[in-house]
Every structure is written in structure tokens, then in C-alpha cells.
């Protein structure tokens, strides 16, 4: 959402900023972005990255204060199911799916976090 006048909320500057911090570690990792902000009805994924063979799905969660717990402790599962679901809707655009895996980048202040293979995609 943006603000009516067309420009960035604060919250949306934040995001972006922390988006474009984990990308760059994910690049220095060995990881090659391929998709960022994958909208779908069901949810967004944030970045999409290839590990060698695998395509991974990251969530990127930053948090300036930890008065509601870490960043990581917001990946909950209602949000996970929705970028499931549009993992999903995204692999059905490939003739056979490749290893997949979803990741988590925290930035709670500091060096970003990576926390690999974060969480399984449930039955679909």
C-alpha cells in the first residue's frame, strides 16, 4: 500500500531497505536472486533466490524494537501458509519443480541472520 500522495509509507522504505540487505547477503552467500516481491491472491514471497540446484523462498523479517519478540518470532504460521501457497502457485509455472527450500533473513538491528530451511511446506 502506498501513501495517497504516491510516495512510500516509512514501513514500506523499512521493508524495501531490508529486502535489498538480504539480497546483497544472499548474493555474497553464493545465492543468484531471481524474483523479488512475488505477488500473488495468496501472499507474497519476498525474494526468490537459486542455491546451485535448489530454489529457495525467502521471507525477510526486520524489527527495530523486540517489544512483540524477534523478527523470526513474526514468521508465524498463517504467514507461512500463505507463502506456501504462493510457492506454489510459482512452481506451477515450471514443467518439473525443483528442490525447494524456504528460508528466513532476520535483521533485528544488526548483520542479517539467516536462518536456512526455516520451515517445511506442508501437504497441498
Do not use: H
Amino acid at each position: 500500500m502506498t501513501a495517497p500522495t504516491g510516495r512510500r509509507t516509512a514501513a514500506q522504505e523499512t521493508g524495501q531497505s531490508a529486502e535489498e540487505k538480504a539480497a546483497r547477503f544472499l548474493e555474497d552467500q553464493g545465492l543468484a536472486i531471481v524474483d523479488r516481491n512475488y505477488r500473488t491472491r495468496f501472499g507474497e514471497i519476498d525474494l526468490i533466490a537459486r542455491d546451485g540446484g535448489t530454489l529457495v523462498f525467502v521471507e525477510v523479517r526486520s524489527r527495530a524494537r523486540r517489544d512483540f519478540g524477534d523478527a523470526a518470532d513474526s514468521v508465524t504460521e498463517t504467514k507461512r501458509r500463505r507463502i506456501e501457497s504462493a510457492a506454489r502457485l510459482y512452481l506451477s509455472n515450471f514443467g518439473r519443480e525443483p528442490p525447494c527450500r524456504f528460508d528466513v533473513i532476520t535483521l533485528d538491528g544488526g548483520a542479517p541472520a539467516w536462518l536456512r530451511a526455516a520451515f517445511d511446506a506442508g501437504p497441498g
